[in-house]
Every structure is written in structure tokens, then in C-alpha cells.
């Protein structure tokens, strides 16, 4: 009886040293919510007072204003790992639902640490290293959080647009080391598919905007005022009451991209600088994204660039290849896409559909004197940001002999790194791979024998 008083006056001690949103009153159910001050600031209770009375629920608040994911972004050791931790811990309660609510700190404090969707999972070993990146700090507090309470829900909400002047680091197209805050946003959408995890996004479906920014922000044009909450607050409604992702990352629910769809931005001030015109252009996704900070001597020795932008599919590709390819005037673009589109990342496409967005591509090529070669895409056993597609390798198999087909039907060259980096089982080897997906320097190095066989 003892231990269990004790128990009790902790949990009740706990609560109290976080904000309770009506704690007298009868509730269906419990929410915890972690965060950085957007989740604490007293306009905030605009949100989430309206929040408990339109789902008669008690809301504990565990955000610290300039808390981040990052072990790096805190305030006194108070990063969201720290909140999660004290919400977990033995004593404490157990809510109906945790949200995760993401801050602009993690770009605005720590703007190099975006990390990889598989920081600090089963991929890498749950790997403490990780825990200073964004991601690896995500995927902590779930993994936290689902050993507390397994039959709880998680949710989480994306980190919202913020306005300081352009340059500052904190402007939706501010180009900072890894290409913006939008950068920041798009791998926490990917940690949450890789998790299971429901997420809202708030950087795109809200209705904020460079030109009309002042309306809902504070006076430092980056917190939301009373009417910023309000913008907001309906949606946040809908999204915890029905549990399920909504997403704005490709259209805006004004029916118009709102979030730079093709992501021109990200090269844009590198292909303003390019001023001689390289061998090749290596265009793609996440894979050709890593290639030259992984291995950059291979990339400078011959006069190649990189091209790839992570999460990216065929029709995002295709979208800005007259940008970051054709105005860059290369004798080759190696085309490398098509892996993202086989894990749904913007929706279900047929295998048509995706050779027929390389195909245009080669065809623009073409069009423009560059000569295209087509490669396969790289083994994947699965994707692990998308379980629940289950096995991949005969849909990635199958996918590639349309490729190369298509490869031959208009005398283009197709470089064949699905061979060199198969298994025997459809997919990649761990020495040669992070993940599964995406290739280690010794993966990276088989593909460049590949691909210089291929330029000969």
C-alpha cells in the first residue's frame, strides 16, 4: 500500500511541474505533448485549450521553449529526448496519446544535424551516436514511448514555416547547408512513415505565407500569435480525433504547390556558380543526394556534379531537369530514379507511369544534345520507411527490366548497378549499405566502376 502512495504522489508531483489543461474536469482521455515553445508559449493556449474542449480531453504539456529533437538543441538539457524520458519514466503516467510536436529548432540551432530517416533504429544498430541528428532523435522518443505505453497512440505534427528575413536560417527558402528548413520537414514525414507514426503537416497546409506572415506570427516573425493558433487549431482537431496522416507536401489544399514542388531552390545557387559545364550530370534521389558528400573526390576528378535530392521521385525529377540539368549543358546526365515512386512516397504509381517519366526525361535529353544513360534502380529487399509494402525485391526486379527495355528501345545506354550490388536475394549487402536502400562508400564505390565502364 506503501509503494503504491508513493507511486501516486510521484505521478501527481510529476503532472503538476507540467502544464494540465483542465484538470478538474471529467475527460475521455489523456494527451501528453512535447515540443519546443510553439507547444508551451502562452498563445498556445489558444490551440490547445480549444483542443480539450472539442475532445473532452485533459492535455499535459512537456514542452521547453528551445527544445529540439537533436541531443544538441536544448535549453538546459531539455531537448524533446529529455521530455519523452520524463514522461516515460517509471512513475509517470500512461496517456491515451502522445504527440510530438516539432520545433524550428532543430534548423535554427543546430542546422547541420537533419540525419537519415534509419538514425538510431534496427538499421544501424540503434547507434547513441545518432541521437544528436533530428531523425535519430525522433525515432528515440518513439521508441520510448512505445515501450511505456505499446497501446497508446502517437501522433506528430511537423514543424510550421517561420519568416526571418532571408539569409537568417530560419526562411522556407533560405539555402542552408542541407537546402532549408524544408529539408528538416521532409525527413520528419520520412522518420514517421519508416515509424508507422500519423503525422500532420503544418509546414505546408496552413495558411502562411511571405506575404502574409505578420498576420499570424509574433513581432520576431517566428511564433505564432493568437490568430496563428486559430489558423490551425481545427485541423489539429481533426488530426488527433481521426488518427491518420494528412499531408500537404505536394499541393497545398488550395489545390496549388505551396512548397517549391520541384525543390528548384536546393541547387539553384550552386548551378548560378557552375560556370563550366561538366562531363556528367548525376540526377536522382536520395542515393545520388549522398554520392558526392560521401565520396567527393570521384565527383571533382571528373568533372562530375550531383544532382539528387532525397524522397524525391520520377516526377519531381522530371520536374526540374531542365534547371539541373539541361541549363548546366553536360555531355551526360546519368539518371538514377525510380525507387521512391515503388515506395509511395507521394502516392501509388503504376510501373508504367515511372518508365514513362524516365523515358520523357531521356527524351528531353536528347532533345537538348545530352546523351542520357539509364540505370537501374539498386536492389531493396524493403523499405524501411514503408513496412508495410512488405517484400520489394521482384517489384524492384521487375521494375528494372522495363527500365532497361525502355533502355533499348531508345538506343540509350543502361547502367546496370542492380547486378553489381544484388545479393543473391534482391537486395544489398550490409557492407555495401546503411539500410537496405541507400549504399556505404564501399556500395558507392562499386558503383562507380559501373558507371565509368558504362562512359566509355
Known sequence: MKKYLLVLFAATALLAGCGVTNPGRQHTQTIALFGGSFSVIPASNVATDYWAEQLNAEITKYGVGGAGFSNKTQQEGKHIQWQIDQACAPEAPVYDTYILWASTNDFNQA????????????????????LQTQCGGINYCIKRIREK??????????????????????????????????????????????????????????????????????????????KGYEAIRDLQVKFIREGRTISGRVFATNGHSDTDFGRYQRYAEANAAQKEAPVAVLFGDSITDAWPRDDPGFFTENNFVGRGISGQTTIENLARIRADVVDLHPKYVAILIGTNDLAENIGDISMENIVGNIASMVEIAQANGIIPLVCSVLPVAAYPWRPQLGPQASTVAALNEMIKRMAAEKNVKYVDYWSALNDGRGGIAKENSHDGVHPTLAGYKIMEKVLLEALK
Not at 542546422?111 to 545518432?130: I, M, Q, V
Not at 505505453?149 to 537568417?168: D, E, N, Q
Not at 530560419?170 to 519508416?194: H, R, T, W
Request: glycine residues 10%.
Open 149 to 226: 505505453a505499446p497501446k497508446a497512440r502517437i501522433l506528430f505534427m511537423t514543424s510550421t514555416k517561420c519568416f526571418s528575413a532571408p539569409g537568417s536560417g530560419s526562411n522556407i527558402n533560405y539555402q542552408g547547408p542541407e537546402g532549408g528548413m524544408n529539408v528538416f520537414v521532409d525527413k520528419q514525414m520520412l522518420c514517421c512513415q519508416a515509424a508507422g507514426v500519423p503525422f500532420l503537416d503544418l509546414f505546408t497546409l496552413p495558411p502562411f505565407g511571405d506575404s502574409n506572415f505578420e498576420t499570424f506570427t509574433e513581432s520576431d516573425h517566428l511564433h505564432l500569435n493568437a
Open 111 to 130: 542546422n547541420t544535424l537533419s540525419g537519415d530517416p534509419w538514425d538510431y533504429t534496427e538499421y544501424d544498430g540503434f547507434d547513441a551516436s545518432k
